[in-house]
């Protein structure tokens, strides 16, 4: 059923979507099923054919930051369901359907199987495997320009065992960024609410010439999560100066 709550500048009335419990179903599933109903970002990506409203985040911070460039090549790193892929397939032109900009390419990796998504080339790999990295320049024939990661571990409930493995995700996708990015990359990651941590933010601060730590709209408001934007990488030697430059 539905209620209406308010009315919109043009006198129509706006319906909210409300949920009743259903037997064998938890409160909390139930509430979580009436939020996406009622999320304007979950009904846009339905009508405009994107896999989930986490498109938008990755939409929202290429319009501000330009680093999704025609010809780019791009890493997703745990592009499952393929949202972020999407988005970069038409912003780097990777369907050619431009003939006036260069193509570019997007090859998505996950753990998990993905279905196809036109103009990416996706893998299921182990980012963290030894031969990663190696793999991913062979399928790229080179470098990336952009390296971008929308991974989360499962919620345990305990927030500072969430905490750890977050920030954990993030340094693993940083040190892979750090050994595939090509001069000048960018990379793109979800952090935590009070953005990448003090060491992380150093280590991003030493070795990209721009560090951003935003929250798009897209994200909702009641999510602790924000996103590092690292622009201007400036190369391997100076993240392997900066790795072991610490130790004494």
């Known amino acids: 059923m539905t209620e209406g709550k308010g009315t919109s500048g043009r006198g129509q009335r706006e319906l909210r979507v409300r949920v009743k419990t259903a037997k064998g179903r938890k409160l909390s599933s139930t509430l979580w099923l009436e939020r996406q109903l009622n999320d304007p970002y979950v009904q846009r990506a339905k009508k405009e054919g994107y896999r989930g409203r986490a498109a938008y985040k990755i939409l929202e911070l290429d319009d501000r930051y330009g680093f999704l460039k025609p010809g780019a090549r791009v890493v997703d790193l745990g592009c ?10 038409a912003r780097v032109n990777a369907l050619g359907q431009n003939p006036k900009k260069p193509v570019g390419t997007v090859l998505g990796v996950d753990l998990q ?16 495997s030894d031969d990663a990295d190696e793999k991913v320049k062979g399928w790229l024939g080179g470098r990336a320009d952009v390296v971008m990661s929308d991974m989360a571990a499962a919620a345990s409930g305990h927030k500072a065992t969430d905490h750890l493995r977050i920030v954990a995700l993030v340094e693993a996708a940083l040190a892979f960024a750090f050994d ?3 001069d000048e990359g960018t990379f ?18 030493r070795n990209f010439r ?4 935003v929250k798009p709209p897209a994200s909702r408001s009641d999510s602790s999560e924000k996103f590092v934007v690292a622009q201007g990488f400036r190369g391997r030697q100076v993240a392997t100066q ?6 004494d």
Do not use: S
């Open 80 to 89: 499952a369901p393929g949202g972020w892929c999407q988005v970069a397939v």
């Open 113 to 128: 199987e993905v279905e196809p998504i036109p103009g990416a080339e996706l893998h299921q790999l182990d980012f963290l």
């Open 180 to 182: 595939v990015l090509e």
């Open 188 to 205: 793109v990651a979800k952090v935590l609410a009070g953005g990448a941590e003090n060491e992380m933010q150093a280590m991003l601060k």
């Open 210 to 213: 721009k560090v951003a730590n």
């Open 242 to 247: 900066a790795a072991g430059g610490d130790e």
